[in-house]
Antibody
Framework: EVQLVESGGGLVQPGGSLRLSCSAS????????MSWVRQAPGKGLESVSN????????YYADSVKGRFTISRDNSKNTLYLQMSSLRPEDTALYYC?????????????WGQGIQVTVSS | DIQMTQSPSTLSASVGDRVTITCRAS??????LAWHQQKPGKAPKLLIY???SLESGVPSRFSGSGSGTEFTLTISSLQPDDFATYYC??????????FGQGTKLEVK
């Protein structure tokens, strides 16, 4: 069974930084592209960032480009999202998601999400 | 980036109704279109991929159709468990992960 467990969320002041982690199990992590998707309170889903299975290709939404960095450690089965220069509009539930192939966007499994709140 | 637009934003229906949700893409996504279901307080769940393929365990009352820029999700006979929010997602490009804005299916 695929399990995706996020950690590292919390309350941070505007301009601050936070690193999210996602521990994956139940599948061969190094074979699949992974992504972060967020959902602001009462809003829809927004694709934040994708990373290819080998980590050599990434994608960022315009809203986070230059501030967020996605990475992965295939030896530790872990996905990361380094967030800096955080803004109040980054407040959201962040989901770690697994895709169905090495380089694609089809999401087939979702974590439970981790809350990030940016506020003074 | 490819933009996805769903309609309606809210749909009121009753148990047993047949309902259809539409998703339009700003440019062709060929057949790379999925539907996810989200219940309140829960993570979304994949229902349909490649336009019309049901994910394992998804009831056959759910179906999808379309190609190119226009797609539909149909529930043939609404069940109480189906009241939720539905999102379409295109995956034509790795460098663009677009969701529709969501359709909330509520009890009439």
């Amino acid at each position: 069974e695929v399990q995706l467990v996020e950690s590292g969320g919390g309350l941070v002041q505007p301009g601050g930084s936070l690193r999210l982690s996602c521990s994956a199990s139940g599948f061969t992590f190094s074979n699949y592209a992974m992504s972060w998707v967020r959902q602001a309170p009462g809003k829809g889903l927004e694709s934040v960032s994708n990373i290819r299975s080998d980590g050599r290709r990434t994608y960022y939404a315009d809203s986070v480009k230059g501030r967020f960095t996605i990475s992965r450690d295939n030896s530790k089965n872990t996905l990361y999202l380094q967030m800096s220069s955080l803004r109040p509009e980054d407040t959201a539930l962040y989901y770690c998601v697994k895709t169905s192939c090495t380089v694609c966007n089809l999401i087939d499994s979702w974590g439970q999400g981790i809350q990030v709140t940016v506020s003074s | 980036d490819i933009q996805m637009t769903q309609s309606p934003s809210t749909l009121s229906a009753s148990v047993g109704d047949r309902v259809t949700i539409t998703c339009r893409a700003s440019q062709s996504v060929r057949t790379w279109l999925a539907w996810h279901q989200q219940k309140p307080g829960k993570a979304p769940k994949l229902l349909i991929y490649d336009v019309s393929s049901l994910e394992s365990g998804v009831p056959s009352r759910f179906s999808g159709s379309g190609s190119g820029t226009e797609f539909t999700l149909t529930i043939s006979s609404l069940q109480p468990d189906d009241f939720a929010t539905y999102y379409c997602q295109q995956y034509d490009s790795f460098s663009s992960g677009a969701f529709g804005q969501g359709t909330k299916l509520e009890v009439k």
